[in-house]
């Protein structure tokens, strides 16, 4: 058995289709999804779906879990019709907004209560030797949350202790101070955006022994083979 439902798309890595159902994230393949169905009035110029898209999509479920594909009846009926009565999809509808997905580059957090997943996300970015930005009051899905109305004065002291547990999380009075801690409005809800420019200091450690590096779109704790490998690897650059 298998049921039909509409998502929205959120994006693409090259690879994979990102959309979200119900706050839930769905990934499929491109190329099971252009196999298997025409896209007709939802492609851009290179034959990629566009973001905000509503698909018709199907679940099928597996001793092993649920299987995601496009619904080739639904799109096989409306293809089928005459330019004059075919319902394009998506192009009418009120999307909520979304920040897409998480990356190497892009993570979100709902709340400050995960202060030490802020701390080691951000580490993590730096370690990776490229820029990054974290997202309070934003879910998994991409949705923002909010973070409650916070006036001006409160904001200023949220940034000086974040600043503050960075510092000593990390040991690094330098790099606690560069971030660039702002505030933003998405759809009324209150969002904190913590970004993290490129860092080209020391290696950052979290709780003096811990170093994180960010992989696609998680932190990697190195250990062991990993740890070393990454250390020399810093000490040739920088020597």
Not at 27 to 40: A, G, L, Q, R, Y
Not at 76 to 102: M, Q, W
Not at 114 to 126: D, P, V
Request: hydrophobic share 35%; charged share 25%.
């Amino acid at each position: 058995m298998y049921k039909s439902f509409n998502a929205i798309m959120r994006g693409h890595d090259g690879n994979n289709y990102y959309l979200v159902a119900n706050e839930k994230t769905i990934i499929i393949p491109i190329k099971v999804m252009h196999k298997m169905c025409s896209f007709e009035g939802l492609t851009d110029a290179k034959g990629i779906i566009k973001n905000g898209a509503r698909l018709n999509l199907v679940e099928i479920k597996t001793d092993g879990g649920s299987l995601y594909y496009p619904n080739h009846e639904f799109y096989l009926n409306n293809n089928k019709r005459d330019d004059h009565t075919r319902i394009v999809i998506g192009t009418s509808l009120i999307i909520p907004f979304s920040y897409g997905v998480e990356s190497e580059f892009l993570e979100f957090k709902e709340s400050f209560s995960c202060k030490n997943g802020i701390r080691e996300t951000l580490i993590s970015f730096a370690n990776s030797g490229h820029e990054g930005t974290v997202l309070v009051g934003v879910n998994d899905e991409g949705f923002p949350k909010g973070l409650g109305y916070i006036t001006v004065n409160e904001q200023n002291k949220l940034i000086e202790n974040l600043k503050n547990e960075i510092k000593l999380g990390c040991n690094n009075l330098e790099f606690a101070q560069s971030l660039q801690i702002t505030w933003e409005v998405k759809v009324n809800k209150m969002i904190c955006k913590i970004h993290v420019p490129v860092w080209t200091g020391d290696i950052l450690f979290l709780h003096k022994d811990k170093l994180y590096v960010r992989m696609g779109a998680t932190n990697q704790h190195l250990i062991g083979n990993d740890l070393v490998r990454f250390i020399e690897n810093r000490c040739r650059k920088t020597a």
